[in-house]
């Protein structure tokens, strides 16, 4: 039935070792020899997005463990970004503002350089500025805001990984509007502007900016053709240009959203457990399967970051690590059209 939701325990669906409930038109279940071809491939090349579902390319091993962002118990949920290599999150400085440390493809991690330190904890989003490869560059995507505020007279900012470099993003920017929870993948950015005259979630491309929902967002994830977004306790997920608009979540306590370019991915608080979820590939006019993860992540873990298909790595009290074992099986690995 359109717009239905069903919810898949992966554990249980492979003890059962059935189908489960598939998304019409969706990829059928590989067998054992197929799932073991799928598996061998995910340490190759592929296109990672961030904890908020930004997408670059990631080159190389992961290691199971990254150094711990400093201080992570002063904010909530610090973000932690991922793509291309490079892991991005926020730390604590000894004076009480905040500055954007960076996890290197060689594995060094320093502070960001040559940028000002911000008055609250940044937000950033790695991602890529084009889709082919000749402009590419891996960049953050962050707000700077006045003050400690997180909300307030806030413009987009990118950060250039590799050449140390920022810039504002002045034709998301408005003067009028405060601009928040920036996504890029691709070149196309997804934010929230608050004030102004028109207030609301979205998305840029090279040649159009677009509102794509007149509410504001407070966490975005953008891929070359959908935007995820996070309305207090919803998932909304839609075309970039703002078609095809649906609900994938309400009433739950939901953060920290990815996307990958068929599935859609966050994080649930449930007591002292935090929940891993992801669709199943997205069908844009049938039901929705949402499965949850094999196992549960640490209580204190406050964001993930996905591969190209699930999420594989969250950020918790002692730092960056990846999910063992998998949270999703290996029938999420894309396989090529």
Partial sequence: MRGEVVLIDVAVARRR????????GDDPLLGDAERRRADRGIGRRAE????????????????????????????????????????????????????????????TTAAAEGIRDFGAAPDPSIGATAFGVAEKRIVAVYSRCRGSSTTSDCDVYEYDLAAHTERKLTRISSASGSETAPSIASGIYAFARRGGSWPGTYTATRTRVRRVDSRVARETAVTASRVAYRLGDSIVMSQVDGNRRRILVRGLPVFSVVITR???????????????????RIN?????????????????????????SRIVEYLGSTGIKRAAPPLFPSTFVVRPD
Avoid: F
Avoid at 17 to 24: N, S
Avoid at 266 to 280: S, V
């Fill in 48 to 107: 990672v997005p961030d904890a908020l579902g930004r997408r670059g390319r990631a080159v190389g091993r992961v290691r199971d463990e990254l150094p711990a962002p400093v201080g992570l118990r002063c904010r909530p949920r610090p973000p932690a970004a991922a793509g291309g290599g490079w892991r991005a999150w926020a730390a604590p400085k000894p004076n009480g503002r905040w500055q954007l440390v960076t996890y290197a493809p060689d594995g």
């Fill in 262 to 280: 068929y599935r859609v991915g966050w994080l649930q608080r449930i007591g002292h457990r935090t929940l891993a979820l992801m669709t199943d």
């Fill in 284 to 308: 844009p006019s049938g039901s929705v399967t949402i499965r949850r993860g094999t196992h549960d992540l640490p209580a204190s873990t406050q964001s993930a970051a996905a591969d190209d």
């Fill in 17 to 24: 070792r059935a189908p489960a409930a598939a998304v019409d």
